[in-house]
């Protein structure tokens, strides 16, 4: 086959790559296979892109072929690929025979030879598939990858694959922090005068997937009267929406300089612009990779602010700040500008009153106002809303856009994105941000002396609004249920009976007694979803378990009448787990700890009760039902 590139092979890592390809024989199945046809890119005489594709694509590419596509750049760079099309015939789902196309991204010496990617390498992944089966990119660990591309003797139209490659600086992926010396991935980040306020922190050979076994602790260090905004641009640690309780590779964020300090986020699967404020100057980051299949990793940016700054700093200073933390009544503003602008924060006040100009008058017309509601730590902003009446626009049913109107933004993947839009008078169910930060929107383009406008309550809760149980500190949302405490009571999602949170796993732990178990009766259960409640289908879920660590069990979404729950031992673990897309208002459950012995009665007692009168409490009528037993 034609070679296409540059043929002037000037490092020694290429000369050896190609003497090793052309001498060695080697197990296909693990390592390069040396007799395949051999195309090379390389980054000589100033050539640092192009495209690469298989043979004769769009055309179905040929039967029975083996062909090495070997990119090599300068010793500083590494190489990207990206495919704009990819279509190799997948004959078996794990795509280890009949079609593959394998990438060799890390050198690795499993007998004697030299460093660097060679007949003695493994591959790092194996791709077949469409598109959809293709990564968004491919990075390599240094300056060589190889693409082995073999197609089987079975019939195919498969039209193989389409990309651009891109051999780029590997310094442009450098931690900002100064390394702790004999540490394989540690940094400190220290707020100094001499030094730039904000800078960026990778994983370990980022944008390349990080190694297998690493724990790496990124130490952040502001000084007095400065907070800690972090902020992770893009994480690609597993794929999936799994609890990050079943994850080995996890990013975790205390709110302070050890690892006993309060946990404010848990970080697993993929999640893109999740944003990070300190309550103190010190914050810590450990990254754990324990998976056998390592992602991509992370990349994130850091920022020191001083205490009194306002959201606007965090937004790029784009408003000011009352900053005086105070029930906010409504501005007095004036029907020509009808403008007002303010913000909240939780280290002025824990909570407060937010209301329309001129509340409980009327608001003026061509009001325009924007608030801001900035939180920290593991808070989040709550609203209730006290009292709602809008204008509305008379005649045939119209949407908000169209008439006076209240919107709520969160910020989702690093963009503020509309939550809700509220109008007329029906008072709003209570409302829970995704993160640190919300933000309200209230267009008065009308008036009337018959609309009051909108009196908030907003609050900044750690509890997620969850008032039973006992909370861990050591989780962002967890809580606990002891039947040594509490034998009876109720559990509820976050927020509940207001719309739950997006962005959020929060888990509920019960602990029995020896020949306990704990029955769950469900009064409420609105969980966004369709069955089986995959990401696939953008559903969130609730999961039961008995054991700590658990993939395997059914998931629960959609709107269910009833629902019934029994543990397998005296331990229980409830899961929810909500995504970026939609919202429902969750969950409400009654639960009890019985001993075996009382469940025998129980049913005893409610087989005799159907003959006469069943008004029973519920954990009676629960044995009448379909107990769902894990």
Not at 98 to 118: R, T
Not at 261 to 287: H, K, M, R
Not at 393 to 403: K, R
Not at 541 to 558: A, E, K, L, N, P
């Amino acid at each position: 086959m034609q070679q296409r590139g540059f043929k002037n092979m000037k490092t020694s890592t290429a000369l050896i790559l190609l003497l090793h390809l052309s001498v060695h024989t080697v197990d296909e199945g693990h390592a390069i296979n040396p007799s395949c046809s051999c195309i090379r890119f390389t980054s000589t005489h100033g050539k640092e892109r192009g495209t690469f594709s298989s043979p004769d694509y769009p055309r179905p590419y040929p039967r029975s072929a083996c062909l090495l596509y070997t990119f090599l750049a300068e010793p500083h760079q590494i190489v990207e690929l990206v495919f704009t099309d990819f279509d190799i015939y997948k004959e078996h789902l794990d795509c280890t025979r009949g079609d593959y196309l394998k990438v060799y991204s890390e050198g690795g010496v499993h007998g004697p030879g030299p460093p660097g990617i060679n007949e003695y390498s493994s591959w790092s992944s194996i791709l077949c598939g469409n598109r959809a089966d293709a990564p968004p990119a491919l990075y390599s660990h240094g300056p060589v990858m190889v693409l082995e591309v073999k197609s089987g003797d079975k019939p195919s139209n498969a039209t193989g694959f389409i990309g651009t490659y891109r051999f780029i600086d590997r310094r442009n992926f450098e931690t900002d922090g100064v390394k702790v010396s004999d540490a394989q991935c540690d940094y400190v980040f220290a707020s100094q005068t001499d030094r730039p306020a904000h800078g960026r922190l990778y994983s370990p050979r980022y944008p390349s997937s990080y190694p297998t076994n690493v724990r790496c602790n990124y130490h952040f260090h502001a000084r007095k009267h400065e907070r800690i905004k972090l902020v992770f641009e893009e994480s690609y640690l597993q794929k999936g929406d799994e609890s990050c309780l079943n994850r080995a590779d996890i990013i975790k964020v205390f709110d302070g300089r050890i690892t006993t300090a309060p946990v404010i986020a848990i970080l697993c699967n993929e999640i893109v612009g999740y944003e990070i404020l300190s309550t103190g100057p010190d914050l810590l980051v450990q990254f754990t990779a324990n998976s056998e299949t390592s992602g991509q990793g992370f990349k994130a940016s850091y920022q020191f602010l001083m205490d009194d700054h306002s959201i606007a700093d965090l937004d790029g200073g784009k408003k000011s700040s009352t900053g005086d933390g105070s029930p906010a009544m409504g501005p007095a503003v004036s029907a020509a500008t009808s403008s007002c602008d303010q913000v909240f924060r939780s280290d002025k006040s824990r909570s407060g009153k937010l209301t329309s100009p001129q509340y409980p008058s009327p608001y003026p017309p061509k009001t325009q106002c924007h608030y801001d509601i900035l939180a920290r730590g593991r808070e989040r902003v709550r609203l209730v809303f006290d009292d709602f009446s809008l204008q509305r626009v008379t005649g045939s049913i119209i949407d908000c856009e169209s008439m006076d109107s209240l919107d709520v933004f969160l910020y989702v993947d690093g963009r503020l994105e509309k939550m809700g839009s509220y109008c007329g008078n029906d008072v709003p169910k209570p409302i829970m941000s995704n993160g640190p930060k919300l933000s309200i929107e209230f267009r008065g383009i009308y008036s009337s002396r018959y609309s009051r406008g909108f009196k908030i309550s907003y609050y900044f809760v750690e509890d997620y609004a969850i008032a039973t149980g006992k909370q861990l500190p050591e989780y962002p949302c967890a809580f606990v249920y002891n039947s040594t405490e509490r034998r009876k009571g109720v559990m509820t999602s976050p927020n509940h009976p207001g719309l739950y949170p997006r962005d959020t796993e929060c888990n509920y732990f019960f602990y029995g007694r020896k020949n306990e178990r704990v029955h769950l009766h469900f009064t409420h259960f609105d969980v966004e979803g369709v069955v089986p409640c995959e990401a696939v289908s953008a559903s969130d879920y609730v999961q039961f378990s008995s054991q700590m660590i658990d993939t395997r069990s059914r998931r629960y979404c959609g709107q269910l009448r009833e629902l019934q729950i029994a543990s397998e031992s005296n331990f229980l673990r409830v899961t929810f787990r909500s995504n970026d897309r939609l919202d429902g208002t969750g969950f409400r459950a009654e639960y009890i700890f019985l001993k075996d012995t009382e469940m025998q009665r129980a049913r005893t007692d409610a087989n005799d009760a159907s003959s006469h009168h069943l008004t029973r409490c519920w954990q009676f009528i629960s044995i009448l039902l379909v107990i769902a037993t894990l």
